[in-house]
């Protein structure tokens, strides 16, 4: 059963740091290395230096990391909080015009046993990503950015107790990113309110939506610690739970936005074969003029299968021409993974018509960004973009509760939760 505790959260210390928006970052997957340089530049406090520090001659990353993380906590750059609380979190943002707040909390949840597990995984993970989380939680021994959890809130705890306790509070964090969301930050530390938090959330099926390499990391940090202790296990140390963001289903504050693909092909792709082949499989119109491109994608998006392709300064739509040819291609994934975009992108296109590995794809890049990769197709000749349309919430809770996994880079979700604005230290350790 899904259990969420209160914690002493570590924070910057506002009394020495003045502007938090000079040491706040996004979480690490969705940093470039040139957004990396600029938060390394930004402050010698930027969190940056801890979440994706860089090799240095005397000392790697990670260790080079915990080393800035107990020196910070040492001169009371980051303090711990007095008591345990749950954290309301709002998130007031601008996408496509429509300014939006999406709600929700941060807390720690505990780690699922597998045998019986209400913490559900939508994605696949990579394992070298995994590989450089742990090494890095090894060294600082804390959680340095929650995973972002979406749960359909049955008996509506966040909103009530939104409502019922925040208006009368003023946020004790309040920053503004470099993408102009602003983030607020309450606290929550009545024992009595946070006991009705705790037990109201019991039973709610849990939907990883960002941070499935962080969970599964920490749940490799306990079993590993598990292992260490033995029979002095409890199941109750720190080590056992992570921190999270909990929110919603409603789509109100809820934004989810397709995550694009831009092929680097060592060689020479014809445009004029390429879509040749695809008419195997699909309907292909051309559109001449970029903005009809995206409104129609948009609006196909509701009612069909359609992928966007970008080359030699040219869009076409790629239609489905009929659901039944995935039976046969994806036979062994069940529908609800079959009629994903993403999966239809993945086997048809890059499987069957540019025959490609799907486990081996080193020269393809990600982003939710479509000008840029219109930029780096313009810019080599040799690139091609696909531009997909976002995930459903639906099929991403469908696909979980079906005990299978989207292929990585499926859905990304917006805004993020920012890095450096609460830390969860393993006190025992």
Same mark, same amino acid.
């Given at each position: 059963?899904?259990?969420?505790?209160?914690?002493?959260?570590?924070?910057?210390?506002?009394?020495?740091?003045?502007?938090?928006?000079?040491?706040?970052?996004?979480?690490?997957?969705?940093?470039?290395?040139?957004?990396?340089?600029?938060?390394?530049?930004?402050?010698?406090?930027?969190?940056?230096?801890?979440?994706?520090?860089?090799?240095?001659?005397?000392?790697?990353?990670?260790?080079?990391?915990?080393?800035?993380?107990?020196?910070?906590?040492?001169? !009371?750059?980051?303090?711990?909080?007095?008591?345990?609380?749950?954290?309301?979190?709002?998130? +007031?943002?601008?996408?496509?015009? $429509?300014?939006?707040?999406?709600?929700?909390?941060?807390?720690?949840?505990?780690?699922?046993?597998?045998?019986?597990?209400?913490?559900?995984?939508?994605?696949?993970? %990579?394992?070298?990503?995994?590989?450089?989380?742990?090494?890095?939680?090894?060294?600082?021994? =804390?959680?340095? !950015?929650?995973?972002?959890?979406?749960?359909?809130?049955?008996?509506?705890?966040?909103?009530?107790? @939104?409502?019922?306790?925040?208006?009368? +509070?003023?946020?004790?964090? $309040?920053?503004?990113?470099?993408?102009?969301?602003? %983030?607020?930050?309450?606290?929550?530390?009545?024992?009595?309110?946070?006991?009705?938090?705790? !037990?109201?959330?019991?039973?709610?099926?849990?939907?990883?939506?960002?941070?499935?390499?962080?969970? $599964?990391?920490?749940?490799?940090?306990?079993?590993?610690?598990?292992?260490?202790?033995?029979?002095?296990?409890?199941?109750?140390?720190?080590?056992?739970?992570?921190? =999270?963001? @909990?929110?919603?289903?409603?789509?109100?504050?809820?934004?989810?936005?397709?995550?694009?693909?831009?092929?680097?092909? =060592?060689?020479?792709?014809?445009?004029?074969?390429?879509?040749?082949?695809?008419?195997?499989?699909?309907?292909?119109?051309?559109?001449?003029?970029?903005?009809? @491109? @995206?409104?129609?994608?948009?609006? =196909?998006?509701?009612?069909? %299968?359609?992928?966007?392709?970008?080359?030699?300064?040219?869009?076409?739509?790629?239609?489905?021409?009929?659901?039944?040819?995935?039976?046969?291609?994806?036979?062994?994934?069940?529908?609800?993974?079959?009629?994903?975009?993403?999966?239809?992108?993945?086997?048809?296109?890059?499987?069957?018509?540019?025959?490609?590995?799907?486990?081996?794809?080193?020269?393809?890049?990600?982003?939710?960004?479509?000008?840029?990769?219109?930029? $780096?197709?313009?810019?080599?000749?040799?690139?091609?973009?696909?531009?997909?349309?976002?995930?459903?919430?639906?099929?991403?809770?469908?696909?979980?509760?079906?005990?299978?996994?989207?292929?990585?880079? !499926?859905?990304?979700?917006?805004?993020?939760?920012?890095?450096?604005?609460?830390?969860?230290?393993?006190?025992?350790?």
């Amino acid at each position: 059963m899904t259990k969420i505790r209160a914690f002493k959260a570590v924070v910057y210390n506002q009394e020495k740091i003045g502007n938090l928006k000079q040491v706040v970052c996004p979480p690490y997957d969705v940093i470039s290395p040139a957004a990396q340089e600029i938060f390394l530049e930004r402050s010698l406090y930027n969190f940056i230096h801890v979440l994706l520090s860089k090799d240095s001659p005397d000392e790697d990353r990670y260790h080079k990391a915990a080393t800035i993380f107990r020196q910070w906590l040492k001169d !009371s750059i980051l303090v711990e909080e007095e008591r345990p609380a749950i954290y309301f979190y709002s998130q +007031q943002y601008i996408i496509r015009g $429509e300014k939006k707040t999406r709600l929700g909390f941060i807390s720690l949840l505990r780690l699922a046993d597998e045998k019986s597990s209400s913490v559900y995984g939508h994605e696949n993970t %990579h394992t070298a990503a995994k590989l450089d989380r742990f090494k890095l939680i090894k060294q600082v021994k =804390a959680n340095l !950015s929650p995973i972002f959890i979406i749960c359909q809130d049955k008996k509506r705890i966040i909103q009530r107790i @939104f409502q019922k306790y925040i208006p009368s +509070q003023t946020a004790f964090i $309040e920053v503004t990113d470099d993408e102009k969301t602003v %983030h607020k930050l309450w606290r929550i530390d009545d024992p009595q309110v946070l006991k009705s938090i705790e !037990s109201g959330m019991n039973g709610e099926n849990m939907f990883i939506a960002d941070g499935h390499h962080r969970y $599964e990391v920490a749940c490799a940090y306990r079993d590993l610690k598990r292992e260490k202790l033995k029979d002095q296990f409890t199941g109750e140390e720190d080590f056992n739970y992570c921190l =999270a963001y @909990f929110t919603n289903t409603d789509p109100r504050g809820l934004s989810i936005l397709a995550i694009h693909r831009l092929l680097k092909l =060592a060689k020479g792709l014809s445009l004029d074969d390429f879509i040749a082949k695809a008419k195997e499989y699909f309907d292909v119109d051309q559109v001449k003029d970029k903005t009809r @491109f @995206f409104f129609l994608m948009e609006k =196909a998006g509701c009612t069909e %299968h359609l992928i966007g392709v970008y080359k030699d300064k040219k869009y076409f739509l790629l239609r489905l021409k009929n659901i039944k040819i995935l039976d046969k291609l994806i036979a062994d994934k069940p529908k609800e993974y079959r009629t994903l975009d993403v999966a239809i992108f993945n086997y048809l296109v890059l499987k069957n018509i540019l025959k490609l590995d799907l486990n081996n794809l080193p020269n393809i890049k990600y982003s939710p960004d479509p000008p840029e990769l219109l930029e $780096e197709v313009d810019a080599n000749p040799s690139n091609i973009a696909f531009f997909l349309n976002p995930v459903k919430i639906e099929q991403i809770i469908n696909v979980a509760l079906g005990g299978n996994k989207m292929p990585p880079k !499926s859905t990304y979700f917006y805004p993020k939760v920012l890095s450096g604005l609460l830390i969860n230290k393993f006190e025992k350790d």
